[in-house]
């Protein structure tokens, strides 16, 4: 194992669906590749493979191994993000966003420490402050110190009969604060002696000390001040993995500098002609030789957690980054950005119409089509999101809010042909196979006309992951469970024009929001602690 740090099958009961070249293609891959978001053709349709087991035992399919690295997954201070794993020519590849503590030596006020305190900038009336103040040190309130529920409804109350309408909205958030707190709310008079040093940097915590001391500060209120002076701070990276399909090993791991974030990154590596493209926790792009792991090139987009996968086309590699931009694949040489087209959650999507390629791509309220190589923007149409179009042919569905919208395309344009109402969903992407349109999200499931738009069926308790876009492979569907009734669990489904029903299903603790990866009948799915492979061939019952 090398280690470096720098500073299926098409579905038969379908028609339509004629051959997977059909689908406008993003790079080259192999036959069986998962090897980007949502596939080979980010259209969420495996290639022909091996024939599946409709009917897994209780414990779910088989279980081929489980990754020997400890690879962190999903938000939290453990977390390390939720980007996808993709396969190519026997490896995996998937980004992990950990983080660790470090310690500081100085000490400063953390951002918006004062208001944490319970500090407010303009004063109520004094008539008024009074009163919070007798009330909140008053038996009343101290008597409901362990009933959380009905201190809430106390507190509410007394605001809503003593501060005034036209003082509720600048002083009902400060009473309401400081009622919860009651005894353990701060004078105010201490909390103003902070103000002068709000962005003041102590050298160490003797320093820090002697400020508590030179202003008289100590006991309780030294301790509940002290702790908005941070003794550490949580520091994240960018860790590219490549493990061996074949038993999980790590094959190569590359970590960069990183921002520690909440949810982690959720971007999506693409592998195109040998090489890895990935972007990072806050706007790092990289490349790295797909074999070695070597950096090939590095460049920096806007700043911030990116969820977009990179888009590897005709040799240029394109990244939503905010600006939308075109790197040159081989060097990371930037060949164009697209300034109105800003940073988008959704990734994009490469269309082909008479030997002229385009970006299909949404971000803020729209959805753009853009010159592959130049990044003009040819047209665009009402509706952002951050679920990736599906395309096929000339036809270009979307997942907007609470319709599926469909539109036929040009070069010049794009035309509604329909939409139809379906259950909000927050980011899963619909899917074009053969003559329907297909949308499973976190409210429902729902199958549609293409040419119409006329829905067939929609299923409410048909429910899927938000933010997991499904994997349609061998005439049957994989997903993951619903959050709110199956979190973690690994869903078969099997959706026909006139039905959706489920086949099969097993907890088998998958990170939520992330899309499994499929080639030759097996599946690669991201867990809390790593990666793991499940053989899904009928051969495997």
């Known amino acids: 194992m090398t280690i470096q740090r720098n500073p299926a099958r098409v579905p038969r009961h379908l028609t339509g669906l004629l051959t997977l070249g059909m689908l406008s293609g993003a790079c080259a891959f192999g036959a069986s590749d998962w090897n980007q978001w949502r596939g080979p053709n980010r259209s969420g349709i495996a290639p022909q493979g091996p024939e599946l087991a409709e009917h897994w035992p209780a414990e779910g399919p088989k279980k081929i191994w489980e990754s020997e690295e400890k690879i962190p997954a999903g938000s939290g201070v453990a977390g390390g993000g939720y980007g996808s794993v993709v396969f190519s020519d026997g490896r995996l590849y998937l980004l992990a966003t950990p983080k660790h503590s470090e310690a500081l030596v100085t000490r400063q006020l953390v951002k918006d420490g004062l208001k944490a305190l319970g500090w407010i900038a303009e004063k109520p009336p004094e008539a008024l402050l009074k009163a919070i103040d007798e009330a909140r040190v008053s038996e009343e309130r101290a008597a409901l110190d362990k009933d959380n529920r009905k201190l809430r409804g106390w507190v509410k109350e007394w605001v809503d009969a003593h501060v005034p309408a036209d003082q509720a909205k600048a002083f009902g958030a400060f009473a309401t604060d400081r009622l919860t707190r009651g005894k353990n709310a701060l004078d105010l008079a201490l909390l103003e002696k902070l103000v002068p040093i709000k962005d003041k940097e102590f050298a160490n915590a003797e320093e820090l000390d002697k400020w508590f ?5 100590d006991g309780e ?8 002076f941070p003794s550490s701070h949580l520091v994240g990276e960018d860790v590219i993995y490549c493990l061996d399909a074949t038993n999980g090993k790590t094959l190569w791991k590359q970590a960069f500098p990183g921002v520690a974030r909440e949810h982690g990154s959720s971007s999506t590596p693409c592998i195109a002609d040998g090489r890895c493209y990935v972007l990072g926790s806050d706007g790092g792009a990289y ?3 797909a074999k070695s792991g070597e950096k090939v090139w590095e460049a920096k987009t806007s700043p911030g957690d990116k969820a977009c996968s990179f888009l590897v086309v005709d040799g240029v590699a394109v990244a939503a980054s905010g600006p939308l931009t075109g790197f040159e694949a081989a060097t990371g040489k930037v060949l164009w950005t697209q300034e109105k087209v800003g940073y988008s959650q959704s990734s994009p999507v490469s269309w082909t119409k008479d030997g002229k390629t385009s970006i299909l791509v949404r971000s803020r309220n729209k959805t753009h089509c853009v010159d592959q190589a130049t990044g003009a923007i040819r047209w665009e149409v009402d509706g952002g999101g951050i679920s990736s179009p599906a395309v096929l042919g000339d036809r270009m569905a979307l997942w907007n809010g609470a319709d ?4 036929k395309l040009s070069e010049t344009a794009a035309e509604r042909a329909w939409a139809a109402k379906c259950p909000s969903d927050y980011g899963a992407s619909p899917t074009i196979v053969g003559e329907h349109v297909y949308a499973l999200g976190g409210k429902a499931a729902q199958c549609m006309e293409l040419e119409t738009g006329k829905v ?9 992951s938000d933010y997991m876009s499904p994997v349609f492979v061998d005439g049957k ?3 993951q469970g619903s959050r709110s009734k199956k979190g973690g669990m690994l869903v078969l489904l099997k959706l026909t024009p006139e039905k959706g029903e489920v086949l099969s299903e097993a907890k088998l603790g998958l990170t939520q929001c992330v899309t499994p990866a499929i ?3 097996r599946i690669y799915v991201r867990q809390g602690k790593g990666v793991a492979c499940y053989d899904m061939r009928k051969t495997a019952e």
């Open 213 to 217: 001391a030179d202003n008289g500060i």
């Open 221 to 228: 209120a030294k301790k509940q001040l002290a702790a908005k």
């Open 287 to 289: 490349c790295l030789d």
């Open 404 to 407: 599926i919208v469909l539109y």
């Open 456 to 464: 067939l069926w929609q299923d409410t308790p048909l429910e899927a």
């Open 477 to 479: 569907v994989l997903t």
């Open 519 to 521: 080639a030759d009948g």
